[in-house]
T-cell receptor, first 113, second 115 residues
Framework: NAGVTQTPKFRVLKTGQSMTLLCAQD?????MYWYRQDPGMGLRLIHY???????AKGEVPDGYNVSRLKKQNFLLGLESAAPSQTSVYFC????????????FGEGSRLTVL | KNQVEQSPQSLIILEGKNCTLQ??????????LRWYKQDTGRGPVSLTI?????NTKSNGRYTATLDADTKQSSLHITASQLSDSASYIC??????????????FGQGTILTVHP
């Protein structure tokens, strides 16, 4: 009963390095999302996908790229990490947009030095 | 600007006591309002989803209320337990137009339950 799985759970990067966060869901959901959570702020949407092969920008997309090559996977990439991208990243999925319940992963804590 | 404001920012109560968390929103047009519980180091988990026509919704010891006229919601926790210690997040969804389905998250209320 995995639900939404994120890897890795923790990562430390140096400024300018690149990395990819992987999100996998086993609920056959069409919609997937990447959020970041920073102290004192609500979750903010980075990018989302409404189905396999589609991606769209959220509120804070700059510095990130995403891909949804398979329905169950949603990848978040940082091409050149910056200290401002130090955050906890959450992946989520839902069966519908707007009305559907969001199912979140456990989070990936990223530190950029 | 669509906003969701939660109060208090943090709350400490004794085990067994009741408490109420508040959420005010300016999101429009309103679709639904959700409450999530987020344990430390974990992802948020849904407690309730309420639409425009629902005034009250319960999930065990959690009861959410919604007043769409005043744009206020509350989450009442009855007979608190140590496991209720968490951050409680209010989220509002928009309906219609290009922002359909857009979620606006509150900052959360951190609840600590002491024995």
């Amino acid at each position: 009963n995995a639900g939404v799985t994120q890897t890795p759970k923790f990562r430390v990067l140096k400024t300018g390095q690149s990395m990819t966060l992987l999100c996998a869901q086993d609920m056959n959901h069409e919609y997937m999302y990447w959020y970041r959570q920073d102290p004192g702020m609500g979750l903010r949407l980075i990018h989302y996908s409404v189905g396999e092969g589609t991606t769209a920008k959220g509120e804070v997309p700059d510095g990130y790229n995403v891909s949804r090559l398979k329905k169950q996977n949603f990848l978040l990439g940082l091409e050149s990490a910056a200290p401002s991208q130090t955050s906890v990243y959450f992946c989520a999925s839902s069966y519908s947009i707007g009305a559907g319940e969001l199912f979140f992963g456990e989070g990936s804590r990223l530190t950029v030095l | 600007k669509n906003q969701v404001e939660q109060s208090p920012q943090s709350l400490i109560i004794l085990e067994g006591k009741n408490c109420t968390l508040q959420c005010n929103y300016t999101v429009s047009p309103f679709s639904n309002l959700r409450w999530y519980k987020q344990d430390t180091g974990r992802g948020p988990v849904s407690l309730t989803i309420m639409t425009f026509s629902e005034n009250t919704k319960s999930n065990g010891r959690y009861t959410a209320t919604l007043d769409a006229d005043t744009k206020q919601s509350s989450l009442h926790i009855t007979a608190s337990q140590l496991s209720d210690s968490a951050s409680y997040i209010c989220v509002v969804s928009v309906t219609g137009g290009t922002s359909y389905g857009k979620l606006t998250f509150g900052q959360g209320t951190i609840l600590t339950v002491h024995p």
